[in-house]
């Protein structure tokens, strides 16, 4: 027979965030981050995360400019 086991890990913050240091836009663009993610594994979001812009025309360990989360396909 033949079983799959998922393995989750859940990292607790030590203390809430400062919300008060993002702008409602920023806000908004996580919130619909998390809605569209909660439910994949991992592996899925890196996925679906690999074929984005940001991944496919910048070069290794370039720094990804915010501009891109624009363009998302993923959301």
């Known amino acids: 027979m033949w079983f799959s086991i998922e393995e989750y890990e859940f990292i607790k913050p030590l203390e809430k965030p400062t919300m008060g240091i993002f702008s409602q836009e ?3 663009s996580m919130e619909e981050v998390l809605n569209a993610f909660k439910h994949l594994t991992s592996e899925k979001i890196t996925q679906c995360s690999h074929k984005e812009e940001a991944w ?5 360990k370039e720094i990804i400019s915010y501009e891109y989360a624009r363009n998302l396909t993923c959301i």
């Open 26 to 28: 920023e806000i908004k």
């Open 56 to 60: 496919t025309k910048l070069k290794d």
